[in-house]
């Protein structure tokens, strides 16, 4: 004997339980609630708590957000009717708490219960992002996560252009960066935002036509301008996460000063000819610039790359591992390298990890209560000793 | 019964060339004066005229920041990795 669909699901609601939507209002945040509907009907409105799991992968992914199998689950779909089936297949596959919500979405809104339009990632970006997705780390809230992000890179130079390269690829929402500087022929040997057109441009341009051509759902905000003890809290704000590439050790003291004073982590990496280094500090948690450097060496024992030369991969590779411990900050997941301070040594193809701690007596960030002042510094860096405190 | 020294590429002029460096074991105090008896003008670039590491100079014993250990009174055993870090600024 053959089955109609209206039998199949006469059949399903005979046998599960459905529940009323005024019952299920009670129990928001006390329920795991399924929208089993198709995400274009998904976007039009849903309950505010609920997460999307259409009906054809519903079987496949159930498991990756339900751990106990007698949690209390409620699925929904437009009417009642493909929810009901939702609901008789879960409990075949051994949930034992499952309803369906009688009447569907069309009654949950008749009803005057509360919805709203969800945050959803449009086809497109469904699309281009389909490899996070997939991951279960990420997933599309995860993704959703990221292009709500907010990454700041210091210098558009051999560090920040593959860091900005990936980040801009990965889609964080909004990617700001700072360079005062333009685009010289000596920098494309390693610096992959730009090319041989720009030469003359300023680089935050150049970066911003690379970026914008390479994924258009960033927002890039630009700053053509030297970071400085009077900008730079300024430009900081507002940002989740700093990306430090500068080339020199004032820059490096000042975006250290500056985020331990608002509280904002920053992914560290430096380079010198064929090593580098890259670590995440994280203000009052983990060890801060000042900590692992109380004082920079003096010019002559620390050469810039533009005296000393640097191979031009070494920065794609520092710069690339910056990109990854941003994402990893940016989606709360992993182990990031706050704490340690991961070295590389390009002519033995070494990488090393070493243990890096708070200093108690750190200038910087010793005293949560009192945040370091911001303050100019000279070539030369003014000692650590000597930094002024905010009163 | 001895130590290797991983020498970073800016000290490397002041080492010959050598990545690494094989001292006899000891405390880092006796590890760093073989060291510099060796290449004297590393001594200068480690040590300010007391004695005492520079600030802007790091040495790791193991994977370990001295600062954090005993410092100059480090024991360091046969066959561990001794690790001086320079801040780099490059970017």
Redesign the interface.
């Known amino acids: 004997m053959s089955l109609s669909y209206q039998d199949l699901i006469n059949e399903a609601k005979h046998e599960i339980p459905e529940i009323e939507p005024a019952d299920l209002a009670d129990l928001i945040g006390r329920v795991a609630i399924f929208d089993v509907r198709e995400s274009d009907e998904y976007e039009q409105g849903a309950i505010a708590t609920a997460k999307l799991l259409p009906r054809g992968l519903l079987e496949g992914a159930i498991d990756k957000h339900i751990d106990d199998p007698g949690e209390k689950i409620v699925v929904y779909c437009a009417g009642g009717a493909r929810s009901a089936l939702a609901a008789q297949t879960l409990t075949r596959m051994g949930y034992s708490n499952v309803s369906s919500l009688q009447g569907g979405f069309g009654r949950w809104k008749s009803d005057g219960h509360p919805w709203g339009l969800p945050e959803a990632l449009s086809n497109d970006q469904r699309g281009r992002y389909s490899r996070h997705i997939l991951l279960p780390e990420v997933g599309e809230e995860g993704q959703i996560r990221l292009l709500e992000s907010k990454a700041l890179i210091v210098?558009a130079?051999?560090?920040?252009s593959p860091a900005a390269l990936y980040l801009a690829a990965a889609g964080v929402g909004t990617i700001g960066i700072v360079d005062f500087d333009v685009v010289d022929a000596t920098n494309l040997q390693r610096q992959i935002l730009h090319n041989l057109d720009r030469v003359g441009q300023s680089k935050v341009e150049s970066a911003r036509e690379t970026l914008t051509a390479l994924n258009p759902d960033v927002k890039i905000i630009t700053y053509d301008e030297r970071l400085s003890a009077e900008n730079v809290l300024q430009i900081f704000s507002g940002y989740d996460v700093v990306v430090?590439?500068?080339?020199?050790?004032p820059t490096?003291y000042l975006v250290n000063d500056a985020s331990v004073h608002l509280g904002i982590p920053v992914v560290h990496?430096?380079?010198?000819?064929?090593?580098?280094?890259v670590t995440v500090f994280e203000p009052y948690t983990g060890p801060c610039y000042r900590c692992?450097?109380?004082?920079?060496?003096?010019p002559e024992?620390?050469?810039?790359?533009a005296e000393?030369g640097?191979l031009g991969v070494l920065?794609g590779v520092i710069g690339t591992l910056q990109a990854m411990e941003v994402l990893k900050i940016l989606l709360g997941i992993g182990d990031t390298l706050s704490g340690r301070?991961l070295?590389y040594?390009g002519?033995?193809q070494e990488f090393?990890?070493?243990?890096?701690?708070r200093?108690p007596t750190c200038p910087a960030c010793s005293d949560e209560s009192h945040p370091p002042a911001i303050v100019e510094y000279d070539q030369f860096c003014t000692p650590a000793g000597v930094v002024a405190r905010a009163g | 019964m001895s130590a290797v020294v991983k020498i970073?590429?800016?000290l490397r002029g002041l080492t010959g060339g050598s990545?690494e460096v094989e001292v006899p074991a000891g405390r880092l105090g006796e590890v760093i004066t073989n060291l510099t008896d060796t290449y004297p003008d590393l001594g200068e670039?480690l040590l300010d005229e007391k004695g005492n590491l520079r600030?802007?100079?790091?040495v790791?014993v193991a994977?370990?920041?001295i600062?954090?250990l005993e410092g100059l009174e480090t024991e360091v055993s046969s066959g561990q990795v001794v690790?001086i870090?320079?801040?780099?600024?490059?970017?």
């Open positions: 210098g130079g051999g560090l920040g430090d590439g500068g080339d020199n050790f490096r990496g430096s380079i010198f000819r064929f090593e580098g280094q692992q450097y109380p004082e920079p060496p003096p024992l620390a050469p810039s790359c000393a640097v920065p301070l070295t040594d002519l033995s090393r990890t070493l243990r890096i701690r200093d | 970073p590429t800016s990545s670039r600030r802007f100079v790091n790791f994977e370990d920041d600062r954090f690790t870090l320079p801040a780099v600024a490059g970017g």
